[in-house]
Nanobody, 127 residues
Framework: QVQLAESGGGLVQPGDSLRLSCSTS????????LGWFRQAPGKERQYVAA????????YYSTSVKGRFTISRDSASNTVYLQMNTLKPEDTAVYYC????????????????????WGQGTQVTVSS
């Protein structure tokens, strides 16, 4: 069983930056895929970014590419989501999720392919 815990959310103004952290515990941190998703009120959970631990491949949704960066620190079992140039439409609860598999590109954006989820952290972008 993998446990995930997000942190780092908050209230920021448009154009600001935030760094979210996803701390993990369990034996499978160094394998599989970790993804970030977000869910705004009244909307479906939406894929944001993912990192595949084998080869450290990184993937981004078109809405955040160029503004967000996913990275991981194996020593601390933590995955980060650096979010720059935040926009009001980035407002959502952000979740990290873990798949035990090395997901391929066509699989990484589906919530059904992730077995473990954190509780989420709120990000609000407002002036």
């Amino acid at each position: 069983q993998v446990q995930l815990a997000e942190s780092g959310g908050g209230l920021v103004q448009p154009g600001d930056s935030l760094r979210l952290s996803c701390s993990t515990s369990g034996r499978t941190f160094n394998s599989g895929t970790l993804g970030w998703f977000r869910q705004a009120p009244g909307k479906e959970r939406q894929y944001v970014a993912a990192i595949r631990f084998s080869g450290s491949s990184k993937y981004y949704s078109t809405s955040v590419k160029g503004r967000f960066t996913i990275s991981r620190d194996s020593a601390s079992n933590t995955v980060y989501l650096q979010m720059n140039t935040l926009k009001p439409e980035d407002t959502a609860v952000y979740y990290c999720a873990k798949s035990s598999l090395s997901l391929i590109l066509s699989e990484i954006s589906s919530t059904a392919n992730y077995e473990s989820w954190g509780q989420g952290t709120q990000v609000t972008v407002s002036s």
